[in-house]
């Protein structure tokens, strides 16, 4: 068995892949549900209610969807020139501590108005990400060192960063003992987009950083260098672009990325950082990515998916007794789906 | 005679390409085969389903009168059939006998049985006058005696029926003629031979019957004896050729690139150690040298990949840039050997690919953001001012494609029509042009015009550096010939005071 690829694209292969990656995450998770001892549609029907089903629901999957955005945009923008950023949970937890380390501390410090605060602690926490990946590209330029590996691992060293924080110089007096940090001013705190809902302004942020990265792709010289490096580092060496530095400069981006991830979760939802904050956000991120095909628009409605399944997952396993881990194997299979599904677009299966 | 081998109407398509069209041949014993066509003919697809790494649509195979088993290349190998290819296909850091023992054995066997396969190669060896050294390891083998061993591994597994995927393309013109000479020491034993090829000299020198392939038909298969060079040439373009463009004869100008006792260490390449060399306004300047002597690092130390370790590179007297962006800025065009790796980004589309050597100039990018109209319209224009063609060009949606859809002629084209609209930023005209295998695996019509390109900046005054393994075109081109032999430049004259003969004496290593 071998793949060939295909001399052309049709367009009828190109629409309908996607459709059959979708048919073929419902069979499977059909089958698994099955297995489970539930009835399939019903199933189903919970988890879509759960999770897009009500307008509580779809203020819930959206606020879920919200760091998502981030991180999957983090990642996208890394994959695209090829720097494989896998420390986006550890860059999104600097991004929470640079956010209340300015806006909590020394925001009550200072005493400035809270909108130059506001914009103070997102640019603290952009710039926490982005530096921190920094060292890792940076290691990655001059010295070889593979990206994989050094944001994998420190993303285990900035927890315990984290950690020590939370229990030490950042500790909350008031939290019983609790490791958590100060809180955030509730002036700095994004206001509410929907009435009693937990949506926060920070989705708007995420859509507009989706937006604002799709134009520097396909608007800019930088953009288009990237898309360059990251097609055949080789050949864009060639022509004559300094490869390094933009592989640095997507670092910071993607770090930057990352930190706001972190900044907007502390200001939107939580106040505060602990360490279970994030659910593994800077991992999901990856998922969200490469469901997204790395394309910075498409990262929103993959993120949005994906929160969905798990909003929905938390109902439908009360209705219906379904273990939540389904949501895990959906977002799983779908992943692979779509996966498989972009390759049979792009090569043909021969049996020999 | 009964054939040992007989195609019966193959037939292979790729898509839209029919590669094959209905091919049928038979091969005697004792016969050397020529199988002539220009690249992308159809030459390699019909020895790849002939040897099982391809499966023919339509057809059959038969060898010794079996019908061979499609898609099955051990089954081919059992049949006697065996393949040296283009590429060598040897473990470097293995001996000789192991490579030729490599995968003969049972994997069960616990010790290998190297004193009867070293009986059994050197025995092979002596009939047919193919001298190695059996415990040399491959890697310390010039590229001639790699070959050899390539052949006596296909003896070695018995083969009766040898197919030779173009071998005289890395061998000095002495290694050819022994080569040809081995060749009919087989067929005097018995032996079949399939010889591929697209030069006509080799063929008439070599081979019994002749086969040309073209466009993936069989247009002729004739005796040797009946046909002459003109008319092979004429069955394989399909049209009479046109004749090279005029050149003046004038003096050169002034010198524009000069090397001045250059070393260069690139990881993984042979380097350069040693090299001198001067290239002059209105002249064309080729190496010629064996592949592997140097000639890659040369061509990356022009191109701004590599930098020298000592010596001085200068450029109309100022030093040479070791950065790409440097070098495209001091206008030298540039034209690389492996065009889909490193001359373009598969994935952007003709006109990105056109316009990304100079992305940040005035021209299409004002802070930072793209001139995106401008840098279609230059695409555009390239396109049609160097006769890139394919489908959807020059008009349709065709400069939106990827780079990676253009045949390698017209990718070709396109290249080096951006690498020389580089000088004219200025209204100048480029000064130096350095191309590396211009015309590998071009078909006839696209080497004519990147020819015609190459003579016509020559002409203009452009200083042009051309490095080829492809002594035709040295000829064709050249005003000066440059041989390059371990890393240095040990000979250099006028193309007319070089004779084939000596020009491979010295490609060889030996000063004539």
Redesign the interface.
Same mark, same amino acid.
């Given at each position: 068995m071998r793949l060939e690829a295909r001399d052309r694209v049709s367009r009828v292969a190109a629409i309908g892949a996607p459709l059959g990656a979708v048919v073929a995450t419902l069979v499977i998770s059909a089958l698994l549900v099955r297995w489970a001892g539930a009835p399939v549609l019903a199933s189903f029907g919970a988890l879509l209610q759960g999770g897009f089903g009500s307008r509580f629901a779809l203020a819930e999957t959206l606020t879920r969807a919200t760091p998502l955005i981030f991180t999957g945009l983090a990642a996208a923008v890394a994959f695209r020139a090829r720097f494989f950023n896998i420390g986006a949970e550890g860059q999104l937890y600097l991004g929470a501590l640079a956010a209340v380390a300015v806006g909590g501390q020394l925001g009550g410090a200072l005493d400035l108005p809270s909108p130059v605060l506001f914009v103070a602690m997102l640019i603290a926490a952009a710039l926490a990400g982005s530096l921190w990946l920094a060292i890792a590209a940076v290691l990655r330029t001059r010295l070889a060192v593979d990206e994989v590996v050094t944001t994998l691992l420190t993303n285990f060293v900035v927890l315990l960063f984290v950690s020590w924080m939370l229990d030490g110089p950042m500790k909350d007096p008031t939290a019983m003992g609790w490791p958590q940090s100060v809180s955030l001013p509730a002036e700095l705190e994004l206001t509410k987009v929907i009435e009693r809902t937990r949506l926060h302004s920070g989705f708007v942020l995420a859509l507009l950083c989706a937006l604002a990265l799709w134009a520097l792709s396909k608007f800019t010289a930088f953009g288009f260098e990237a898309r360059a490096v990251g097609a055949n580092a080789q050949a864009a060496r060639f022509a004559g672009i300094r490869v390094d530095a933009t592989v640095v400069k997507t670092a910071l981006i993607s770090g930057a990325l990352a930190g706001l991830a972190g900044a907007v979760e502390v200001a939107g939802r939580t106040g505060y950082v602990t360490l279970d904050m994030s659910p593994g956000y800077g991992y999901a991120g990856i998922v969200v990515a490469m469901l997204a095909a790395l394309h910075p628009l498409a990262v929103v409605p993959a993120a949005i998916f994906i929160a969905g399944m798990f909003v929905g997952a938390d109902s439908m396993s009360r209705a219906v007794g379904v273990p939540t881990y389904i949501a895990d194997v959906i977002v799983a299979v779908a992943l692979l789906a779509v996966l498989v599904a972009t390759q049979i677009v792009r090569y043909r299966v021969r049996w020999t | 005679m009964e054939p040992v081998l007989r195609l019966t109407g193959i037939t292979k398509r790729?898509?839209?390409?029919v590669a094959n069209d209905a091919i049928s041949l038979a091969l005697g014993a004792g016969e050397v085969l020529a199988l002539l066509g220009e690249n992308g003919a159809g030459k390699s697809t019909l020895v790849s389903i002939l040897f099982g790494h391809y499966?023919a649509e339509e057809g059959t195979v038969e060898a010794f009168g079996k019908p061979l088993p499609a898609?099955d290349p051990a089954a081919a190998l059992a049949a006697g059939i065996g393949m040296v290819h283009q590429h060598f296909t040897l473990a470097d850091s293995l001996t000789v006998l192991e490579n030729v023992m490599l995968g003969t054995e049972p994997l069960w066997r616990p010790r290998s049985r190297f004193a009867a396969a070293r009986a059994r190669l050197a025995d092979i060896a002596a009939r047919f006058g193919l001298a190695v050294h059996a415990n040399a390891p491959v890697g310390s083998l010039s590229v001639g005696e790699q070959q050899r061993v390539e052949i006596l591994k296909a003896l070695y597994r018995g083969a009766r029926i040898l197919i030779l995927d173009e071998p005289t393309a890395v061998l000095t013109p002495q290694e050819s003629g022994k080569l040809f000479s081995t060749l009919q020491q087989f067929v005097a034993a018995g032996l079949a031979v399939i010889f591929i090829s697209h030069k006509l000299d080799e063929v008439m020198a070599v081979a019994d019957r002749v086969a040309v392939l073209r466009a993936g038909r069989l247009v002729a298969d004739v005796a040797r004896s009946t046909t002459n060079k003109a008319q092979l040439a004429q069955w394989m373009v399909g049209r009479a050729l046109a004749p090279a463009p005029a050149r003046s004869a004038r003096p050169p100008g002034p010198v524009v690139l000069q090397l001045d006792d250059v070393h260069v260490n690139v990881a993984g390449r042979p380097p350069l150690r040693g090299a001198s060399l001067e290239v002059a306004s209105g002249e064309i300047v080729a190496i010629a040298g064996v592949a592997g002597n140097g000639q890659a690092t040369l061509a990356d130390l022009l191109?701004g990949?590599a930098s020298p370790a000592s010596g001085t590179v200068r450029l109309d007297g100022s030093v040479y840039a070791a950065? /790409?962006?440097g070098?495209? &800025?001091a206008g030298v065009a540039?034209v /690389?050997a492996d065009r889909r &790796?490193?001359?373009?980004?598969?994935?952007?589309s003709l006109w990105?690919n056109a316009a990304?050597?100079?992305?940040?100039s005035r021209r299409?990018?004002r802070a930072?953001?793209?001139r995106?109209s401008e840098m279609r319209a230059f695409g555009r224009e390239l396109v049609g001012r160097f006769d890139v063609r394919g489908p959807g060009l020059p008009d349709g949606p065709g400069l939106d494609a990827p780079a990676s859809q253009l045949s390698g002629g017209n990718l070709q084209k396109l290249i080096l029509g951006r690498a020389l609209s580089i000088g004219r930023q200025t209204g100048g005209k480029a000064r130096l042009i350095v191309a590396d295998q211009p015309t590998w695996g071009l078909d006839v019509g696209a080497v004519a015009a990147i020819h015609a390109r190459l003579i016509g900046a020559r002409e203009d005054g452009d200083a042009v550096l051309v490095i080829s393994e492809d002594l035709d075109e040295i000829f064709a081109l050249a005003d000066r010939i440059a041989v390059i032999n371990h890393g240095r430049f040990i000979e250099t004259r006028a193309a007319s005071d070089w004779t084939l003969a000596e020009l491979g004496l010295a490609m060889a290593g030996r000063r004539a």
């Open positions: - | 790729f898509g839209a390409l499966v898609g191109f990949l950065h /790409p962006h070098v495209i &800025g540039r /690389p &790796g490193l001359g373009s980004v598969g994935e952007l990105e990304i050597e100079r992305v940040r299409f990018a930072g953001l793209l995106r």
